[in-house]
């Protein structure tokens, strides 16, 4: 082989071993880092690792300019070092026609975890019912905040209102963005979001966190800060109020997603 190509800290060190056993170059690709995951609080052994790699690479690949800016500022890489490949998606939904007749459906789809923000997408559930009657929330994941986005939707009484399915695979993930009239991803940090992708390339209008690597390329698909729940809240209403914006934005990002490919990539 004439190079080394590594994923994320896990296979960091292995990598760096065997660049010096071989002298072969090593180029990491970094998907996501401690500080997307875990905020403030990171876990130092894991960000000693990340930083040992990145020092030790001679090139770094990060999937956004959003990771490229923590690798950079977080890590003390030189900027020069790090070459930016945004990600793809694979394959191509189908148009479709929305019944006007039964409720609306709003779609999360990811780990329910901190770096996601789910409670987030609960909380502007929770103003979206105040005026649109007619919705359903879906929460298609899993993860170490399931059990208390259960309890926070019942707290807000809205526990009728949010249906959580666990993890989705196959042909179920396709059926979830086909039921949907937005996706919502109201991540805190997220250095891609390729779900965002698939739901455009499903015909499903998007709204995502400017927290989010590809906010930096698409250009038709709401975004908003994820902690602003009441801007997250009126534009997920104008979407299921308005359905010339909802057709306006399903056809043209299902156009730009057309684009994104990991052949490109």
Do not use: C
């Not at 997920?236 to 156009?255: C, D, Q, W, Y």
């Amino acid at each position: 082989f004439n190079i080394i190509h590594a994923h994320d800290w896990m296979t960091f060190p292995a990598a760096i071993s065997a660049a010096s056993h071989t002298g072969k170059p090593v180029v990491i690709h970094v998907h996501s880092t401690e500080f997307d995951r875990s905020g403030e609080h990171v876990n130092q052994a894991i960000y000693d690792i990340e930083r040992y790699g990145m020092h030790n690479a001679d090139k770094i690949i990060a999937v956004s300019n959003y990771t490229k800016n923590i690798i950079v500022n977080r890590y003390a890489v030189a900027p020069e070092k790090v070459e930016v490949v945004y990600n793809g998606a694979e394959g191509q939904g189908a148009r479709r026609q929305l019944s006007e007749k039964r409720d609306k459906i709003v779609l999360y789809l990811g780990r329910i975890t901190y770096q996601k923000g789910p409670d987030y997408f609960i909380a502007a559930a929770k103003k979206v019912l105040e005026k649109v009657k007619n919705v359903k929330f879906i929460m298609a994941g899993d993860g170490d905040m399931t059990k208390r986005m259960i309890e926070y939707a019942a707290h807000l009484g809205i526990g009728h209102k949010v249906f959580f399915t666990k993890f989705l695979r196959g042909k179920d993930v396709e059926r979830a963005y086909q039921m949907a009239d937005l996706y919502v991803m109201p991540s805190v940090s997220e250095p891609f979001g390729i779900a965002a992708l698939e739901a455009l390339k499903n015909n499903v209008p998007v709204l995502i966190s400017r927290q989010s690597g590809v906010a930096e390329v698409l250009h038709n698909a709401l975004k908003v800060d994820f902690w602003d729940v009441t801007q997250m809240a009126n534009k997920i209403a104008a979407v299921l109020k308005h359905s010339p914006l909802r057709t306006m934005l399903a056809e043209n990002g299902f156009n730009e997603a057309a684009g994104f490919k990991w052949d490109n990539a």
